[in-house]
């Protein structure tokens, strides 16, 4: 723990300096809970105008994925965390080695940005995760049409399920990705779930309950997720189990959410890790006793780990930036959103929209999860985001 004893030997915090990598709605959000712990917060991020710009006064304009950037703003620091894995690990493998901390390791992020690494690291582990093969290039994918169906992400650079292609049959391999990826054997999904794990500096861990998450067919974004997630006793028991197993796996500090598909039969398999604060993670700031944002800040302070237990069921959706629409923001409905007396609402300051841009979310709070369900279908036809003509 940081800290220091004073002469009567009780044990004092200490301000830290922080720093974050990235400064979107993740660094926003994280830097709205910053001040109830004694922390000095900075962020690294190129778009002056960045959500975190609202919120957090120390914010220095650079690339996260520029070495020279990463160290000079690391070097300042006596913690460092991300909002995002496509960040330069080798500075932060550098900043490691001269004494900063980095939260998760850079290991831990050189592991988890590299899809083909991040697969590998399952199969080490024993961990149960889809059978996959490794591709270079798009003609290589004619060699495996024993494989398919199966789902080929590139192995870099992928993002809300922008490298992801299935390729289901022969015909599909014309739009494959000609680049270094995996192709990974298509699970028959029931249920998309994920769990975050808390892993403090100590080697403690807290679980979050398991969430349910429903994708946008189209934008393949998270559409509406609900907590907890509608899965029986048995299936949490093993979601839980491999959710702790691929945290602690890393032997790092960090908090963990845990994507798993649930298949027909029950069988839980690993998709993908992100070692960060998680849009699956967004209900918990109302929802539960520590949210996630909270939860990062005690693990990043060294702090014991936060209470993970639910306090109300809740329904999340995100707000998206309406079709068509291009340009300087504006929310149409948000009045009316704003009276739903258990909607949370949370927009995240971006000052232009485009379809389907991640503009804010919302957390409704009920004990009656089909009745939230009903209010967040009515709410994304209520409020929408558009520009200003
Ligand atoms: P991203 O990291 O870009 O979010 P994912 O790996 O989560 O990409 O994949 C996006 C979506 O594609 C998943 O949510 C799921 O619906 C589908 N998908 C991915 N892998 C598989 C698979 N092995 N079997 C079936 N569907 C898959």
Redesign the pocket.
């Known amino acids: 723990m940081q800290g220091q004893h004073n002469k009567r030997g009780e044990f004092q915090f200490i301000m830290l300096r922080i720093g974050i990598l990235g400064g979107g709605q993740l660094g926003r959000m994280l830097l709205q809970e910053a001040p109830n712990y004694p922390v000095d917060v900075h962020i690294l991020e190129s778009d002056p105008n960045c959500p975190a710009s609202n919120v957090g006064k120390n914010l220095y304009t650079g690339n996260f994925s520029s070495y020279d950037d990463v160290v000079s703003f690391g070097m300042q620091m006596d913690v460092l965390t991300t909002e995002i894995e496509h960040v330069n690990v080798d500075a932060l493998q550098y900043l490691e080695d001269q004494g900063v901390k980095i939260i998760p390791r850079s290991a831990c992020l050189r592991t988890i940005k590299d899809k083909i690494g991040q697969k590998k690291f399952y199969q080490q582990q024993g961990i149960q995760s889809?059978a996959y093969r490794v591709i270079h290039t798009r003609d290589e994918l004619n060699g495996h049409l024993d494989f398919l169906p199966a789902?080929q992400?590139l192995a870099k650079g992928?993002?809300?399920?922008?490298?992801?292609q299935l390729i289901l049959h022969n015909d599909d391999i014309a739009k494959g990705f000609d680049a270094p990826s995996v192709l990974?054997?298509?699970?028959d999904?029931d249920k998309?779930i994920a769990v975050s794990v808390a892993v403090g500096q100590d080697g403690s861990t807290a679980i979050y309950p398991a969430v349910e998450m429903v994708?946008d067919p189209v934008l393949?974004v998270l559409d509406v997720q609900v907590c907890p997630a509608g899965i029986s006793a048995a299936v949490v028991e093993k979601a839980n189990a491999l959710a702790v197993k691929v945290a602690t796996g890393f032997a790092s500090p960090g908090l963990f959410a845990v994507?798993m598909?649930v298949d027909k039969q029950g069988e839980v398999w690993v998709?993908?890790t992100a070692p960060r604060v998680h849009n699956s993670g967004h209900h918990t700031i109302e929802a539960h006793y520590s949210s996630q944002f909270d939860m990062l800040w005690r693990i990043l302070l060294g702090y014991p780990l936060g209470n993970t237990e639910m306090i109300q069921s809740s329904v999340m959706l995100n707000i998206l930036g309406a079709e068509g629409e291009v340009g300087p923001v504006r929310y149409e409905g948000l009045k009316a959103v704003l009276a739903i007396p258990n909607a949370f609402v949370h927009l995240y300051g971006k000052q232009s929209t485009k379809p389907g841009r991640k503009m804010g979310h919302v957390t409704l709070m009920g004990d009656d999860v089909p009745q939230l369900l009903q209010q967040a279908h009515q709410i994304k036809t209520t409020l929408l985001v558009k520009a200003q003509h």
């Open positions: 889809p789902a992400k992928g993002y809300d399920g922008k490298g992801v990974e054997k298509l699970v999904i998309e994708f393949n994507e598909f998709n993908e």
